[in-house]
């Protein structure tokens, strides 16, 4: 059963300051979108009315988050709020070492520096674009071992996120503990559409990697929202609260690295986390040359604070199921639609199916671009593509990577905006629907070479 969408999720606040945003013309959208190039990242902000591109460092903070800002110790070594960010960590997550970084691929790409050799392979359930980008700078390569279900947009099952152990397990047969640096394991998984891994699941994958010797790094990015769909949906964890269900998560791993930015509610700011001592002393010299001084790693002494306040706020129940709540009401009313989505709605945000949404336009199209070009031209909401541009290229052949998954994803930031917003959503992209055959292909005019997607450029076929 499915409590997140039974049960009642209004929120445990109430607003006591507004920022105003703008609502344009289709006229004015047609012109921003034309001069960013289809791409709804190089669009300026204040051309959008409802901003979805991301849920990264676009969430509301508290108003104890912002008198932990002004309770900022702006001590160069050893501010307080370092001391409280780690013993908060320590305490919620369970880890030992603290690194503080500015964001979460700051402490990715240290991690990947100190961890991975040449040569090295790096299981992981579902690549993500910064965590894999880091991995192969550092001169190893990525593969997959999530269940094949994850590349399915119509199969039900509750955990997308969880690990095929037998692709795993004959990775490791293949090329050898010594090429296996540690097991990437994501808490929900984003590129799957924010889907979460049973704890049975990662229960089972540390036992594997343990018989082996072989560490699990987390990319504990989204934790807690992974916790409440545990809570929400795994037998035996019905009376847990998220907050015992995430320090369970963190325990059944050696390490992780954490985009502050998304489950702990502040604008900027990350950390690596680790239980070894001497990969922590490494990252503890590293950090000093890429992010800053150890005892504040490229985040103000306020930041620390408010992500100390922040990691508390998110593992309580009352605000994951309002978080996730929201993100189930706007998906439930594009099932009620016919829009094709990924199935079951994951946590974070709505991921529309593109290849199913515009059956006229091949993958070389670029299909999610072109809806979330249309979907903002329409109504000024701002989503972002998954799919074959945000894949990239491979590295060997230099062709498309093309992912089964070409999606648009529609992320909800946390506490900002309301259920009468969710409804012209869903009212938008309803409308686009019933016009989906005009909806012309892209073509890529300017391409990056690294993480295209942020800046690449398209004009209509
Ligand atoms: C956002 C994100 C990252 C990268 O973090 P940044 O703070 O954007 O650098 C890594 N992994 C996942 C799953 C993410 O969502």
Not at 139 to 165: C, Q, T, W, Y
Not at 233 to 240: A, T, V
């Amino acid at each position: 059963m499915d409590k997140t969408i039974k049960h009642s999720w209004a929120e445990p606040f109430k607003i006591k300051m507004v920022e105003p945003v703008f609502i344009t013309t289709e006229e004015h959208r047609k012109k921003a979108i034309l001069k960013a190039g289809h791409n709804t990242f190089l669009l300026h902000s204040d051309d959008v009315y409802i901003d979805l591109l991301t849920d990264s460092g676009t969430s509301a903070m508290s108003d104890r988050q912002w008198a932990g800002m002004m309770m900022g110790d702006e001590a160069y070594a050893g501010s307080k709020n370092f001391y409280h960010l780690e013993e908060t960590i320590q305490s919620y997550y369970g880890y030992k070492h603290l690194i503080p970084t500015h964001q979460g691929r700051g402490a990715e790409h240290i991690l990947s520096q100190i961890m991975i050799k040449q040569g090295d392979i790096i299981p992981g359930n579902m690549y993500f674009t910064t965590t894999k980008l880091h991995q192969e700078l550092a001169g190893g390569k990525f593969m997959d071992i999530i269940i094949d279900e994850a590349h399915d947009p119509e199969s039900m099952h509750p955990f997308k996120g969880n690990v095929n152990l037998k692709k795993l397990e004959a990775i490791i047969k293949e090329y050898g503990v010594d090429r296996i640096p540690y097991v990437s394991i994501s808490t929900t998984v984003n590129m799957a559409g924010g889907q979460p891994i049973s704890m049975e699941n990662l229960k089972a994958t540390r036992a594997l990697t343990a018989k082996y010797g072989i560490k699990i790094i987390h990319d504990m990015t989204r934790v807690a929202e992974n916790a409440f769909m545990i809570q929400q949906k795994e037998e035996g964890y019905q009376d847990k609260s998220v907050a015992e269900i995430t320090k369970e998560l963190c325990l059944l791993t050696d390490g992780a690295t954490m985009s502050a930015k998304k489950d702990a509610m502040v604008n900027i700011g990350g950390f690596l986390a680790i239980n070894d001592d001497d990969i922590f002393e490494e990252a503890r010299n590293m950090v000093v040359i890429y992010e800053g001084l150890h005892t504040y790693g490229g985040m103000a002494g306020r930041d620390m604070e408010a992500l100390a306040l922040g990691i508390k706020e998110s593992v309580q129940d009352d605000h994951m199921r309002a978080r996730v709540g929201q993100v189930h009401y706007l998906g439930q009313k594009l099932i009620d639609a016919d829009i094709p989505i990924v199935n079951p709605v994951g946590t974070h945000g709505i991921f529309i199916d593109a290849k199913k949404f515009l059956p006229h336009l091949t993958q070389d199209e670029f299909p999610a671009q072109a809806l979330a070009s249309a979907l903002y031209i329409d109504s000024g909401v701002r989503a972002m593509e998954r799919g074959v541009v945000s894949a990239g290229r491979n590295k060997e052949t230099g062709a498309h990577n093309y992912p089964n998954l070409e999606l648009v994803r529609l992320t909800i930031p946390r506490r900002v905006y309301t259920q009468a917003h969710m409804d012209v959503i869903a009212e938008s992209v309803e409308c686009i629907y019933s016009q989906r055959n005009s909806i012309k292909g892209l073509k890529m005019t300017y391409e990056p070479k690294y993480l295209r997607f942020f800046q690449a450029k398209f004009e209509e076929i």
